[in-house]
Structures are given as C-alpha cells and as structure tokens.
C-alpha cells in the first residue's frame, strides 16, 4: 500500500514536500513515480525515479523546480517542490513500476503497478 500525503494550499512562488509512505511490502526494487492529474485532464508523469534513486527524470514542467527522492530505509518517496505555480494545481499520485528491477524509469500510467490514494494540491496566485 503507497500512502501519499503532504498537499495543501500554497501561494504561487512557494514550495511544498509531498511524501508517500509505502507499507505492506517493500518497493525498493522498484522504480517509483509521481503523477499529477488536474481537473479534466488526464493523469501525467510529472517524476521519476530508479530503485537505487541514482537516475532521475522529470517532465519538462518540472523540471529545475521538483526534486524527487526516496529513503529505502524508510520505504518513502519523496517530491520536493519550489517555485510552484498555479499550473500545479492537481492531485498527485505516487506510484511503484515493477519495470524497476530492470532499470527503467517509465512515464506511462499503464507500466505502474501501484498506486497511492492520491494528495491535492492547490497553487493561488
């Protein structure tokens, strides 16, 4: 089970962590993602992050903004964001890709296996 939390409000120019807490079983051989998907739209990659957390990647709207992390210790995955943006506005979703184990950091929805609830973020401009 991924247990995302850590949304909120926030003025635009401010920053937020978001965390996700894995529980049940262990992920760090996985690859873990965040996803966002605002009102109306579809859900989009927004970062990923390999099972060693060595290899990054973000989408170009996240870019020199958002930092993702994760503490395998801790099973928690991480989303630093500054600089934020109304644009940011949406729920985010953490999400465990078993494609992991063989070193890839994938952007599709469909090659994630697990799934958190989901945390709201509300940027105001």
């Known amino acids: 089970q991924l247990q995302a939390c850590g949304g909120g409000l926030v003025q635009a120019g401010g920053s937020l962590r978001l965390s996700c807490a894995a529980s049940?079983?262990?992920?760090?051989?996985?690859?873990m993602g965040w996803f966002r998907q605002a009102p109306g739209k579809e859900r989009e990659f927004v970062a990923g992050?390999?099972?060693?957390?060595?290899?990054?990647d973000y989408a170009d709207s996240a870019k020199g903004r958002f930092t993702i992390s994760r503490d395998n210790a801790k099973n928690t995955l991480y989303l630093q964001m500054n600089i934020l943006k109304p644009e940011d506005t949406a729920v985010y979703y953490c999400?465990?890709?078993?494609?992991?184990?063989?070193?890839?950091?994938?952007?599709?929805?469909?090659?994630?296996?697990?799934w958190g609830q989901g945390t709201e973020l509300t940027v105001s401009s």
């Open positions: 999400a465990a890709s078993r494609q992991g184990v063989v070193g890839i950091i994938s952007r599709r929805v469909r090659e994630y296996d697990y």
């Open positions: 049940g079983r262990t992920y760090s051989s996985y690859a």
């Open positions: 992050i390999s099972w060693t957390g060595a290899r990054t």
